[in-house]
């Protein structure tokens, strides 16, 4: 499963230079060519620099998940947000193992080129994986 993994026993901190795209929906009326790869790409040049001054720190890299039952992911991979597995179909919630979902694909898109470093600095661990055109570090649950 794709997650923002951490070694045991050190902070979250990390978590905070991780932004999560938990909502991205334009409406089926509005017929606008590339709309939604316009939009991403607009959001991402501009996220790290309206966080820091809101937030007091910068944001590193984003993610978000598509659910495959309903999504394909289309405007994500148009705007060069990078397809690294899917989830196990669970939720954040679920402590106890019990909550099933659907399974959803999950994008990331890396605002800086040194994100592994700075992400890793925090005691997160990144594993290797290969996508179309190249190779990502994709942070992993240990």
């Not at 501009?46 to 809101?54: A, F, M, P, Q």
């Not at 944001?59 to 998940?65: K, Q």
Request: some cysteine.
């Amino acid at each position: 499963m794709v997650v923002t993994g951490r070694k045991t026993g050190l902070p979250r901190s990390g978590l905070v230079h991780v932004a999560n795209n938990s909502r991205f929906l334009i409406l089926p009326w509005v017929k606008i060519p590339h709309l939604a790869s316009h939009i991403l790409s607009r959001i991402s040049k501009r996220l790290s620099s309206d966080w820091r001054e809101k937030y007091g720190h910068p944001v590193y890299l984003l993610e978000t998940f598509v659910d495959r039952t309903l999504f394909r992911g289309v405007c994500y991979r148009a705007a060069n947000w990078v397809l690294t597995g899917q989830t196990k179909g669970r939720t954040r919630n679920d402590r106890e193992h019990t909550i099933k979902t659907s399974i959803k694909d999950v994008y990331v898109y890396p605002l800086i080129k040194d994100f592994r470093k700075r992400l890793c600095s925090d005691g997160y661990v990144f594993h290797r994986v290969s996508f179309q055109g190249g190779i990502m570090y994709a942070p992993m649950a240990l």
